[in-house]
């Protein structure tokens, strides 16, 4: 059947291998082999090349994994639509989140979705601002949330969360012992940030660069990509860092870490929920989206 060989196509074009893809499917290599061979007789066309480093597209190769990866969408979309007419609520949720919504945001809001609709079953991706924003405009995901700014066009996006980011130490660094830091002696201290690519890193950026100070000059010793990890390095007693609210309200409260106000700096930035332009999404995604705003 045509649709189960885009299936297989589809598998192999996103794994980049036949035998993962073979895995995946609990099908024979040979068998997986086979499909591709039958849709490029069909086609009259090569679709991938092989090389000792994987799978790679040819260029009719990418243009039907366009058409394959809009055949599933269309699918879903029929049987979530289906679902609603018979009163209920199923199909795949392909949801995407950046790191800090996913740690500290996202688990409650889901598991009540979840509870409400046992039908939904849940694909989750998690990653950074970029990878999130990349996820989607390959239509990997159909709904992604990231809390750090997106700049293109043929992605919609709306404001669900209003976030704080807030520089922080451990408890009897040097730097928590004035009232307020002025910006300027930020570089004075190390500073422990987020991997190239995180929203929180960016945002933070900004601000300091409109506050006066000179980013690239900070005394950058790190650069990790995760608030946890970052955390435990600071109460270890090395540097500064800046990290949203959300991930470090319990440190605050315990008193393991402390903010570190700056003069004249206040980070805020909006979580947003993006899919593609035009129409918002609908079935599961949409049910999402809407319980999300």
Do not use: W
């Not at 700014?149 to 660094?173: N, P, Q, S, T």
């Not at 570089?187 to 929180?200: F, K, L, V």
């Amino acid at each position: 059947m045509l649709d189960y060989r885009l299936h297989v196509f589809r598998t192999v074009a996103e794994l980049k291998s036949i035998s993962a893809a073979a895995r995946k499917l609990n099908i024979s290599q040979p068998a997986v082999t086979q499909h591709i061979k039958r849709l490029e007789e069909e086609f009259s066309s090569q679709l991938i090349l092989r090389s000792p480093s994987g799978i790679s597209l040819t260029e009719t190769g990418y243009v039907l994994l366009d058409h394959a990866l809009r055949v599933a969408d269309l699918h879903e979309e029929v049987a979530q639509k289906l679902g609603v007419f018979q009163g209920r609520l199923s199909g795949q949720l392909r949801l995407g989140a950046s790191t800090t919504i996913t740690q500290y945001y996202l688990p409650p809001l889901l598991a009540a979705f979840l509870r409400a609709h046992p039908d939904v079953h849940l694909s989750f991706l998690g990653g950074n601002t970029e990878e999130i924003i990349g996820a989607l405009l390959s239509h990997r995901i159909d709904l992604g949330l990231v809390e750090g700014l997106c700049r293109r066009r043929d992605l919609k996006a709306k404001d669900f969360y209003e976030d704080e980011i807030v520089c922080v130490a451990a408890k009897g660094h040097p730097a928590t012992r004035t009232k307020t830091l002025i910006a300027g002696a930020l570089a004075d201290y190390p500073i422990i940030q987020r991997e190239a690519g995180s929203g929180t890193r960016e945002y933070a950026e900004r601000a300091l660069r409109r506050a006066g100070v000179k980013v690239e000059r900070l005394r950058v010793v790190a650069e990790v990509p995760s608030s946890e990890a970052i955390k435990g390095i600071l109460e270890a007693g090395l540097g500064l860092s800046f990290l949203s609210r959300l991930s470090v309200r319990e440190e605050l409260e315990s008193g393991d870490l402390c903010e570190v106000k700056i003069r004249g700096v206040r980070i805020q930035r909006p979580f947003l929920a993006l899919h593609h332009q035009g129409p918002a999404p609908g079935g599961v995604a949409g049910a999402f989206l809407k319980t999300v705003l």
